[in-house]
């Protein structure tokens, strides 16, 4: 999304035909979102203008069709007369006017799920792609709240000055969620960056380490890297329930709903959740493949990297907290034995590659069919498992010179920095064989096919054995 930024600031501030903000209040008993939008054009032309809503949200691999839950559409002209109006898709109104119009809708927001608004007596998740119409995406936005009394706090990435919340356009809106209520927030300086933890069920938050741990990893990535694709840096902590997702500037997680975990595992497992999303910052966000944006918003964004973007995330979010030593380093070897238990206990590895797993997912996001775990696999599963594979073949091909993190750091700084773009899939294997300094097709077919995996062939020489009678992974 920082790629974008980058496209769209050259024309930033250009388009002044019109403006577009919004005042959002809410109606918790009902669980309703009220929407009040209004349209000035420069020079009203006397044209019907359209306004669309997104139909999915970047990260969240699925059709929602936000529009389902819309209800009570209504505009109006600046004399206070209804503007005659008619849908032209599902997700788009047309609406007859000659100049000013204020637009009324309401959004049903019920649902527990980090792509979804959430609206209760307590407070509001908003999900910015299901509330937000847009005419062009590369547009200037501003968001004002009117907020019921017990609603204290607002957090969410996007800047505040003047009442309102500005976003330069609306990839970054739709890239920027809001908690609001009466969380709990506990800011961290860390380098000159200030991290906002925004808590919604605060019960262990400030005794349990896990804001310092993630911390440790942070400061890994950003070392990593040397720059950091934020100015600050927002995590939205939900109540209990399932799911996490990222954003350039924040991640919006539903979590365990508490915070004194009972097990070692249940907090590496929350702590890694995080870190994972964090990563995203970087994995997906500005090193990306390059159908990853600017996104159609109306329909599905095929792309047979993601087992990259996500696979590899999972990698890291183990990797970065054995590095910042608050995971061990056998801790580290289990979480990635797991993974390669799991993939060969999966009969849909005889049937789907890694590489198709990518380009259906918008098929199999939440595919529960009987027959699913016979016919595909997760890029979840087995994709940490081809980045820790790739990792040793780098090493080993470059004799100990480059790693995985040189890969990572060389596309972040060639194509989010220099070029502004993602990468296609030939290059971003060329820009791997680079950085190994020799050839990866191994990698590549175990990637690209169902062939079976010859997991003793990379880590015997990596110094690792995996004994696969207990899957259990050990360093010599
Ligand atoms: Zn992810």
Redesign the pocket.
């Known amino acids: 999304m920082a790629a974008l930024a980058i496209l769209v600031s050259c024309s930033k501030g250009k388009d002044t035909s019109y403006e577009i903000s919004y005042r959002v209040s809410f109606e918790p008993e009902d669980h309703y979102i009220d929407v009040r939008m209004r349209y000035v054009p420069a020079k009203p032309d006397g044209k019907a203008v359209t306004f669309k809503m997104p139909v999915w949200a970047p990260?969240y691999y699925i059709i929602m069709d936000y529009p389902k839950y819309v209800t009570g559409f209504e505009a109006f002209e600046s004399s206070g007369e209804p503007a005659a109006w008619s849908k032209s898709g599902k997700n788009s109104w047309v609406i007859n006017s000659s100049g000013a119009l204020d637009i009324h809708y309401k959004v049903f927001a019920d649902a527990v799920s980090v792509a979804d608004s959430k609206v209760t007596a307590e407070g509001a998740f908003i999900a910015p792609n299901g509330v937000f119409l847009y005419k062009d995406i590369d547009h200037p936005v501003s968001v004002a709240f009117t907020l019921p009394d017990k609603w204290k706090t607002i957090s969410t990435s996007l800047p505040f000055g003047d009442g309102v919340y500005s976003a330069e356009d609306f990839d970054v809106l739709y890239d920027s969620p809001f908690l609001i209520g009466d969380h709990l927030t506990k800011s961290i300086e860390q380098d000159g960056i200030v991290y906002e933890f925004a808590v919604q069920r605060p019960e262990g938050f400030e005794e349990s380490p896990i804001a310092g741990d993630f911390m440790a990893g942070v400061r890994e990535a950003v070392r990593m890297f040397g720059d950091t694709p934020y100015e600050s840096y927002h995590l939205l902590l939900l109540g209990r329930g399932p799911g996490?997702l990222?954003h350039q500037s924040s991640q919006a997680d539903y979590t365990a709903g508490h915070w004194d975990f009972e097990t070692r595992e249940a907090y590496l497992s929350e702590l890694r959740f995080m870190t994972?999303?964090y990563f995203?910052c970087y994995n997906?966000k500005a090193i990306r493949p390059i159908e990853l944006g600017p996104f159609d918003y109306d329909k599905e964004v095929f792309t047979p990297l993601l087992w990259f973007?996500?696979g590899i995330?999972?990698y890291y979010e183990s990797l970065l907290l054995e590095k910042a030593g608050v995971e061990t380093p056998q801790e580290h070897l289990d979480f990635l034995a797991r993974y390669i238990k799991d993939t060969e206990n999966t009969e849909g590895r005889k049937h789907m590659s890694l590489r198709q797993s990518s380009y259906d997912i918008w098929l199999n996001f939440f595919n529960r069919s009987a027959n699913a775990s016979a016919t595909t696999i997760s890029y979840?599963v087995k994709g940490p498992v081809l980045g820790f594979l790739m990792d040793l073949e780098i090493q080993r091909i470059s004799g100990g010179k480059k790693s995985l993190d040189d890969l990572m750091s060389l596309l972040y700084w060639r194509f989010h920095k220099e070029k502004g773009r993602g990468f296609t899939e030939d290059e971003f294997w060329a820009a791997a064989e680079e950085v190994a300094g020799g050839g990866l097709g191994q990698i590549r077919r175990y990637v690209d096919t169902t062939d079976e995996i010859d997991y003793d062939q990379i880590l015997t020489p990596a110094g690792l054995t995996l004994d696969k009678e207990t899957w259990t992974l050990t360093r010599n």
């Open positions: 990260g996490g990222e994972h999303e995203h997906v973007s996500e995330t999972c979840y």
